[in-house]
């Protein structure tokens, strides 16, 4: 079992940055596949980035290319999504998930989720 627990999230104006943070329990975490989702109300949870359990492969979704960076450091069990020139279409609850996969679809572990509000 893993626990998964987000902090970071915040009111930020239009271009400004946020970091999030996934801190998770459990011995296998850093054997897991990582990453973050986000769903903005009245529309579906929608994938932004994944990293693989070593770090070395990442995936960013179009609408967030070039402004997100996912990151890991497995001695604190935690992953990170750093958002930078954040627009107000950013503006959504931001989950962390994770499991024994490199397909984020098939993550068996979900966060509760931390707000994430860009004003314009």
């Known amino acids: 079992q893993v626990l998964l627990v987000e902090s970071g999230g915040g009111l930020v104006q239009a271009g400004g940055s946020l970091r999030l943070s996934c801190a998770a329990s459990?011995?296998?975490?850093?054997?897991?596949?990582g990453g973050w989702f986000r769903q903005a109300p009245g529309k579906e949870r929608e994938f932004v980035a994944s990293?693989?359990?070593?770090?070395?492969?990442?995936y960013v979704a179009d609408s967030v290319k070039g402004r997100f960076t996912i990151a890991r450091d497995n001695a604190k069990n935690t992953v990170y999504l750093q958002m930078n020139s954040l627009k107000p279409e950013d503006t959504a609850v931001y989950y962390c998930?994770?499991?024994?996969?490199?397909?984020?679809?098939?993550?068996?572990?979900w966060g509760q989720g931390t707000q994430v509000t860009v004003s314009s």
């Open positions: 998930a994770a499991g024994p996969t490199e397909m984020p679809h098939k993550y068996r572990y």
């Open positions: 990293i693989s359990w070593n770090g070395e492969t990442t």
């Open positions: 459990g011995r296998t975490f850093s054997s897991y596949g």
